[in-house]
Every structure is written in structure tokens, then in C-alpha cells.
T-cell receptor, first 114, second 112 residues
């Protein structure tokens, strides 16, 4: 079945550590890709998006993601995390083959130790 | 603009009761969707709409109905609530294919 996979369910890091969260999808063809963040008690907010062009996209709060088409991946990175990055992170895919749908991964909970 | 609004914020139902979760957006967006969020399962698409009068099923549509009589409103109806429908429900809207999706604040539903 077509899906979006986030293999890291819970990641625990210390402040200033580097972060990489994995996202893989199984849709063929062209896709639009998103990362959303949900801070505790809040609703989802867009971190960054990829539609076309440079596969390395930069988002808010120092986050970036790289689209690797051959690996069907869109991993999220941040060089140095802060305690305020504690949140749940969701990868999402909008496949051109089902353009009206946006499908989400199961999420990765990120906990930052101060 | 208020963006995407949802009511109520919290609701407790007994098994078998019905209710409607309200969702409205004031951004003139064509696309609207309902998701449920459960621990460890992310957001799962329940139903979605690509315009007034047009709706379709998502990943987990059973037990839910939707309608889209206007561009602004997209209510979600639970026909006969079950404990398995205990969840947080998010409504979302976006302007066109591939554009950013905006989320409402969510409705926390408990079915006893």
C-alpha cells in the first residue's frame, strides 16, 4: 500500500546536538513534500515544503530538508537543536497521482534535554 | 482572517450518540479535509473535499459522514459514536493542489 513512513518514533537529544529525522514515501511519480511541527498543546504548523527545483529546502527556525528522489526520501535536519524544538514532527506527501490528498506519516516525537 | 475554526474544542459522548463537528474557513480555499490524530499513528485522513458539493473518502472513512454545501463549511458527522472514535480531530484547508495546508485548533472527542 502507498504510505509515508517515519521510522523514528521518539528521538531524545541534548541541546546543541544535530538532528536528522527520516521520512520515506512509497508514491511513484511527482510529489509535493512537507514537514509540519506540532508543539505541545498546539495545532500543526508548516516547517517547510518542497514542490520543485533545488532539492535542499530551508524552512523556519533553522530547519532544512533534502529531497532525494532516488531514495524516495525527504529527511529533516537541523545542525543544532534547542530546548524549544521539543515537539512532534510530521512528514506529509501530496502525490500528483492523488493531488487532492495530503497523506501524513505517523510522526516523530522529539524531546530535547536542556 | 480567522483562518480555520473548529467547534467544539472538547466533547464527551456516550456510545451510540451522534454529533457534528463543525469546521469553517474564511480563506476561500477549495480543498478541505478532516483528519484524526491518534498516538503513534500520526494524522489519518477521514474525508476530504475539492469544492462545494464534492466530497470523497480518505484512509479511515467508516463511521463518519461529510457534506460540503458551501465553500466555507465542512462539517463532520459521527452517526453512532463508538469508543474507537475517541481521538483528536483536525480540520484543514488549502487553496489549490500542492499548496500549503492550514489546520484548525482541533476537537478532542472522548466516547465512553
Amino acid at each position: 500500500a502507498q504510505s509515508v513512513s517515519q521510522h523514528n518514533h521518539h528521538v531524545i537529544l541534548s541541546e546543541a546536538a544535530s538532528l536528522e529525522l527520516g521520512c520515506n514515501y512509497s508514491y511513484g511519480g511527482t510529489v509535493n513534500l512537507f514537514w509540519y511541527v506540532q508543539y505541545p498543546g498546539q495545532h500543526l504548523q508548516l516547517l517547510l515544503k518542497y514542490f520543485s527545483g533545488d532539492p535542499l529546502v530551508k524552512g523556519i527556525k533553522g530547519f532544512e530538508a533534502e529531497f532525494i528522489k532516488s531514495k524516495f526520501s525527504f529527511n529533516l535536519r537541523k545542525p543544532s537543536v534547542q530546548w524549544s524544538d521539543t515537539a512532534e514532527y510530521f512528514c506529509a506527501v501530496n502525490p500528483y497521482s492523488s493531488a487532492s490528498k495530503i497523506i501524513f506519516g505517523s510522526g516523530t516525537r522529539l524531546s530535547i534535554r536542556p | 482572517n480567522a483562518g480555520v475554526t473548529q467547534t467544539p474544542k472538547f466533547q464527551v459522548l456516550k456510545t451510540g450518540q451522534s454529533m457534528t463537528l463543525q469546521c469553517a474557513q474564511d480563506m476561500n480555499h477549495e480543498y478541505m479535509s478532516w483528519y484524526r490524530q491518534d498516538p503513534g499513528m500520526g494524522l489519518r485522513l477521514i474525508h476530504y473535499s475539492v469544492g462545494a458539493g464534492i466530497t470523497d473518502q480518505g484512509e479511515v472513512p467508516n463511521g463518519y459522514n461529510v457534506s460540503r454545501s458551501t465553500t466555507e463549511d465542512f462539517p463532520l458527522r459521527l452517526l453512532s459514536a463508538a469508543p474507537s472514535q475517541t481521538s483528536v480531530y483536525f480540520c484543514a484547508s488549502r487553496g489549490r493542489e500542492g499548496s500549503e495546508q492550514y489546520f484548525g485548533p482541533g476537537t478532542r472527542l472522548t466516547v465512553t
